[in-house]
């Protein structure tokens, strides 16, 4: 749940598949490995889950008034049990423990190659590349500084490795205004996501 | 009820005295917690100013047993946003269980209800925020050509919320717009008076439903363990007691006397299924056994329901209620469901 819950509160309630193009459209990177992404998994079966409701013991009916209208599901042939609480509604819990568990399921059967382990690892890329940007751009501001400082101060007396990386470094950025405007767009939706 | 321990209350201290605060009203952690969510989620959609003070205050208020769903002023109840005031019952989750069950029930065609095959008329006595009725209609209108479900209540303040539910639900798109073919109201009516078997009776009956009050006095009065505190102190024992201006039938308890006239109501109506919600196992009995008595016909099919009767049985619960019957002999029930015995269900023959 969690994968979703994350951008989707910023966005208008649209289901999480329409939300996706919005989503990469702020970004080159896995458009295609987000449209290759494995179907949703479907809850197993009814005949497959033990269902349970978190009832104290002694009476309920008119006697008491429960808020509580937790959901515990067990799936019987692997043994994995989840647990909502989300809402005070018991048919919306019932049906958000079905899809975490349609979830786990997934994740127990297929491992690495389920819906949420590629989701992940299409994120941690996004991730990854991201924090490889920024840090590229701030070690490029900070060079840029020093350099400035290195003018003002006018002391050249820097080993020539350091300069020979700096230089490297400028013309790896030969379009920096572009990048540097496509950092900025980016950052923001992935501050969502994560 | 035992005493909340000194390192629960630190614990929840620890969370934010918010939680401490609601401690007492739910009696553990988690349920604390999620009430504050639910709490905090209603305070940030209001236009209140000093929200955390509200937050605060409202938390105290929970507390003290004041019942959560009239401080949001909603229960959810399947796909419905059943709006709860101060003087009106409010919806249980088993009341939800069984409504939806019955609806399962009438759409799988094994009532083999209605005279023609498309329609249904529906009644549910003692209607109070007009949950049942709503359910059912949100439910089965797709189902039929022409539904006719019909809320009947005493209260004032109950039909006035009945019906404002109606509108909430219909405005929020939960039930569809007013349809010619198709009919939901709320009437008020003691259904004590002989007048609404009158009205009712030139109608085709179904289905009866009803969650009359059903808790005896004594243990209105008493608690004992058997009546939750925040029920006794807020919520209206009009819905939860019977009341004592009516004469109890010869045989029949005090605490069951909404049963004696809601059979009684039936003998006219004659309704094809009837749907009550009980107190407990013994209550169960008792009126069951008064129903064998009075139809000593064999074409009718009693079944006891427990809480959720969609549910398998849970280890090792009785799957039949003994029944004893005046004569000295005994009648077995069948049982479904998990949780404890809710209610009563009579399939009768035509």
């Known amino acids: 749940m969690s994968r979703s819950i994350g951008f989707l509160t910023t966005l208008p309630l649209?289901?999480?598949?329409?939300?996706?193009?919005?989503?990469?459209?702020?970004?080159?990177l896995g458009a295609a490995l987000l449209k290759n992404l494995p179907p949703r998994p479907k809850p197993p079966p009814d005949s497959e889950i033990e269902e349970s409701y978190l009832k104290g013991s002694g009476p309920g009916g008119q006697k008491i008034n429960k808020t509580n209208s937790a959901v515990q599901l067990k799936h019987i042939p692997t043994g994995i049990v989840v647990k909502s609480q989300a809402t005070r509604s018991r048919s919306q819990n019932r049906k958000l423990a079905r899809e975490i568990l349609a979830q786990k399921v997934d994740e127990f059967i297929n491992g690495d190659q389920s819906r949420s382990a590629i989701v992940g690892a299409i994120k941690k890329k996004k991730a990854d590349s991201a924090a490889k940007k920024s840090?590229?751009?701030?070690?490029?501001?900070?060079?840029?500084?020093?350099?400035?400082?290195?003018?003002?101060?006018?002391?050249?007396?820097?080993?020539?490795?350091e300069i020979a990386e700096q230089s490297s470094d400028t013309t790896n950025l030969g379009r920096i205004p572009?990048?540097?405007?496509?950092?900025?767009?980016?950052?923001?939706?992935?501050?969502?996501a994560t | 009820?035992?005493?909340?321990?000194?390192?629960?209350?630190?614990?929840?201290?620890?969370?934010?005295?918010?939680?401490?605060?609601?401690?007492?009203?739910?009696?553990?952690?988690?349920?604390?917690?999620?009430?504050?969510?639910?709490?905090?989620?209603?305070?940030?959609?209001?236009?209140?100013?000093?929200?955390?003070?509200?937050?605060?205050?409202?938390?105290?208020?929970?507390?003290?047993?004041?019942?959560?769903?009239?401080?949001?002023?909603?229960?959810?109840?399947?796909?419905?946003?059943?709006?709860?005031?101060?003087?009106?019952?409010?919806?249980?989750?088993?009341?939800?269980?069984?409504?939806?069950?019955?609806?399962?029930?009438?759409?799988?065609?094994?009532?083999?209800?209605?005279?023609?095959?498309?329609?249904?008329?529906?009644?549910?006595?003692?209607?109070?925020?007009?949950?049942?009725?709503?359910?059912?209609?949100?439910?089965?209108?797709?189902?039929f050509d022409h539904l006719n479900v019909l809320g009947v209540d005493i209260s004032t303040q109950a039909i006035k919320l009945a019906r404002?539910?109606?509108?909430?639900?219909?405005?929020?798109?939960?039930?569809?717009?007013?349809q010619l073919n198709h009919g939901l109201d709320i009437m008020q009516e003691d259904i004590f008076h002989d007048e609404v078997i009158e009205k009712l009776k030139g109608r085709n009956w179904d289905v009866m439903v009803s969650n009359p009050p059903y808790i005896s006095?004594?243990?209105?009065?008493?608690?004992?363990?058997?009546?939750?505190?925040?029920?006794?102190?807020?919520?209206?024992?009009?819905?939860?007691?019977?009341?004592?201006?009516?004469?109890?039938?010869?045989?029949?308890?005090?605490?069951?006397?909404?049963?004696?006239?809601?059979?009684?109501?039936?003998?006219?109506?004659?309704?094809?299924?009837?749907?009550?919600?009980?107190?407990?196992?013994?209550?169960?009995?008792?009126?069951?056994?008064?129903?064998?008595?009075?139809?000593?016909?064999?074409n009718s099919e009693v079944q006891v329901w427990r809480d959720w009767p969609d549910l398998a049985s849970a280890g090792d619960k009785d799957c039949l209620l003994e029944i004893p019957m005046q004569d000295g002999s005994s009648r077995a029930i069948p049982i479904?469901?998990?949780g404890n015995i809710r209610s009563i269900f009579i399939k009768l023959g035509a």
């Not at chain 2, 002023?73 to 059943?82: C, E, H, N, R, V």
């Open chain 1, 135 to 161: 840090r590229r751009k701030y070690r490029r501001l900070e060079e840029e500084e020093e350099v400035a400082n290195a003018e003002v101060a006018a002391t050249l007396e820097d080993n020539p490795d």
């Open chain 2, 164 to 178: 404002g539910n109606i509108d909430h639900n219909t405005r929020l798109g939960n039930l569809p717009d007013l």
């Open chain 2, 1 to 143: 009820m035992p005493r909340i321990s000194p390192w629960l209350f630190r614990k929840a201290n620890r969370h934010s005295p918010n939680v401490a605060a609601l401690l007492p009203a739910c009696r553990d952690l988690p349920s604390a917690i999620n009430e504050l969510r639910w709490l905090k989620e209603h305070v940030n959609g209001t236009a209140h100013l000093a929200k955390g003070s509200l937050l605060a205050r409202l938390c105290k208020k929970r507390g003290q047993g004041y019942p959560l769903q009239y401080i949001l002023g909603s229960q959810p109840f399947g796909p419905l946003d059943i709006k709860c005031r101060s003087g009106v019952l409010i919806p249980r989750p088993e009341t939800e269980a069984y409504t939806y069950h019955l609806a399962d029930l009438i759409k799988s065609g094994s009532l083999k209800i209605g005279g023609s095959k498309h329609d249904l008329s529906v009644v549910d006595f003692c209607t109070g925020t007009g949950c049942i009725p709503l359910l059912l209609y949100a439910l089965l209108y797709q189902k």
């Open chain 1, 14 to 28: 649209v289901p999480s598949t329409r939300a996706i193009p919005r989503f990469h459209s702020f970004s080159t």
């Open chain 1, 178 to 192: 572009n990048i540097g405007i496509h950092n900025n767009y980016r950052l923001e939706p992935l501050h969502w």
């Open chain 2, 217 to 298: 006095r004594r243990a209105w009065n008493h608690g004992g363990g058997q009546v939750g505190y925040s029920v006794r102190k807020y919520e209206p024992s009009l819905a939860l007691v019977p009341r004592d201006d009516v004469p109890i039938p010869v045989n029949w308890n005090h605490e069951d006397i909404f049963y004696a006239r809601l059979l009684k109501i039936a003998r006219h109506l004659k309704p094809r299924a009837i749907l009550l919600e009980i107190g407990d196992k013994e209550q169960a009995r008792r009126v069951i056994s008064q129903f064998l008595q009075n139809n000593p016909s064999a």
């Open chain 2, 336 to 338: 479904q469901g998990d």
